[in-house]
């Protein structure tokens, strides 16, 4: 900042301060995201990440990294509850393309279809969506292999039908080779409440820190600008 | 970018209430008989948003021995055809029948059972065979004799089945049109089935939703310090 008749005065840790006001505030944001998200089946943890130049750019230094490890299984007993035992995501058919989703509650719709909670079909590894041939009439025969093969018992026959096999793709959607994949429990999100509520205190502590700076510093302005106003 | 904690603190607020509100339905139909689980299950779409559907849950609950010989379990897939008043076709699980005024075996709650079958008076013993026929012997020492059939339907997505209440469903789109269980062997005399709900998976339920709503709201009440912290920037 310069003032009239060629007096500069260092600004810059005002600046610096509210910075770091919005970048806690951003980080916050994205806790926010995660504690709302918890318990959601197949939700994934954003990790906040502050970069370097947080301090000249602000909030647009956060960053965020996703955390891909499984996260806690809850048994349901439910045969179209499926869950994938390492990363990789099961591939839907949605509206505009392929999408990849961790969340593995499916049910059967009247055609026969594997869809997921939003009405959308279930892609098997052929690239086409998982139909069964016949409606069956106790869900307790379907069976899941471990490599993602979907049977179905015949009761009259006494024998499995092959009805699809589940794909699992990579997050840049490549096809995931040794696939393990359970039936009858529901991935209930990797996100822990005690560590996300925990991560909101530092947050706040900073975000008064950078408060009490910038109010310091601005005390410091004033006065020297009164002091200068003086003439002394 | 801080309006958004807050209203998406409180949208999740207000729907794990709803979610409790869809628990707790399932809690107090713990004892009604054949009651079948709706689950109100949460899920994310492309955009991160919070939305809901309801999942029923169509699996077999538990079946019951009893002492009246009017108490039928289907031990299997499939439901019982019931007339309503207004005429109207509904379906149920619930065997606990009754014979009324007219005669005609009906559900507790009045429904006539199929297009009618009428029970003479005076009769000695019923017998409802596995496949749902409906035999009676007159006399001891007399032949059975069939006096109707209960029709057992099934839908290819009974999930998807429509509360009617009285403990009757009706079909919807999503669940298909009633289609005939041939020859079924699973129709059980002196049986009720219970709910399908399990006890400890709605507790659990029932915690998890009050976490996340708690830890919304203490979202919201550090959001608000820091709003008024902002505001008051020059102490």
């Given at each position: 900042?310069?003032?009239?008749?060629?007096?500069?005065?260092?600004?810059?840790?005002?600046?610096?301060?509210?910075?770091?006001?919005?970048?806690?505030?951003?980080?916050?944001?994205?806790?926010?995201?995660?504690i709302t998200n918890f318990s959601m089946p197949g939700a994934q943890r954003e990790i906040p990440i502050m970069t370097s130049f947080c301090e000249y750019i602000g909030s647009h230094g956060v960053n965020t990294i996703k955390d891909t490890q499984p996260g806690r299984m809850r048994q349901t007993g439910n045969p179209l509850d499926f869950i994938i035992n390492h990363s990789g995501y099961f591939q839907i058919k949605g509206q505009h393309g392929v999408k990849l989703t961790r969340d593995g509650r499916f049910e059967i719709d009247k055609d026969g279809y594997l869809i997921n909670l939003n009405k959308e079909k279930v892609l098997g590894s052929d690239g086409e969506p998982i139909q069964f041939h016949y409606i069956p009439g106790n869900l307790k025969d379907i069976t899941l292999d471990e490599d993602g093969t979907i049977n179905l018992y015949n009761k009259s026959y006494n024998r499995k039908e092959f009805v699809g096999r589940l794909s699992v793709a990579s997050e840049d959607g490549t096809p995931v080779q040794d696939v393990k994949v359970i039936q009858g429990f529901v991935e209930d999100g990797n996100i822990n409440l005690m560590n996300e509520t925990f991560a909101l205190l530092p947050l706040r502590r900073n975000f008064e820190a950078s408060r009490q700076s910038f109010i310091i510093l601005n005390e410091q302005t004033n006065k020297l600008i009164q002091m200068l106003g003086r003439g002394q | 970018m801080f309006h958004e904690i807050v209203k998406r603190a409180t949208t999740n607020a207000t729907t794990q209430f709803q979610k409790l509100g869809y628990v707790s339905t399932n809690l107090v139909n713990y004892s009604t008989p054949a009651y079948k689980v709706k689950d109100f299950e949460l899920f994310l779409d492309e955009a991160g948003r919070i939305k809901g559907t309801l999942r029923g849950d169509a699996s077999k609950g538990a079946i019951e021995l009893s002492k009246n010989p009017l108490d039928v379990a289907i031990d299997g897939p499939g439901y019982f055809v019931v007339t309503k008043h207004d005429g109207s076709t509904a379906y149920t699980r619930d065997g606990r029948f009754i014979v009324n005024a007219r005669g005609y075996l009906s559900t507790l709650t009045g429904e006539i059972i199929g297009s009618g079958i009428k029970v003479p008076v005076n009769y000695f013993k019923l017998y409802f065979e596995p496949d749902g026929t409906v035999n009676i012997k007159i006399k001891e020492e007399d032949d059975k004799r069939a006096i109707g059939k209960l029709n057992i339907v099934n839908f290819p997505s009974p999930g998807n089945l429509k509360d009617a209440g009285k403990n009757l469903v009706v079909p919807t789109e999503a669940s298909g049109s009633p289609q005939t269980v041939e020859n079924p062997s699973y129709i059980k005399?002196?049986?009720?089935?219970?709910?399908?709900?399990?006890?400890?998976?709605?507790?659990?339920?029932?915690?998890?939703?009050?976490?996340?709503?708690?830890?919304?709201?203490k979202l919201v009440k550090y959001t608000d310090q820091i709003y008024r912290q902002s505001i008051n920037l020059r102490q």
């Open positions: 900042m310069k003032l009239h008749g060629g007096i500069s005065i260092a600004d810059d840790g005002l600046n610096i301060s509210v910075r770091g006001m919005h970048t806690q505030m951003k980080m916050m944001d994205i806790i926010s995201r995660n | 005399q002196y049986a009720t089935e219970t709910s399908n709900m399990n006890f400890f998976e709605t507790m659990s339920q029932i915690l998890r939703t009050n976490s996340s709503f708690i830890s919304s709201m």
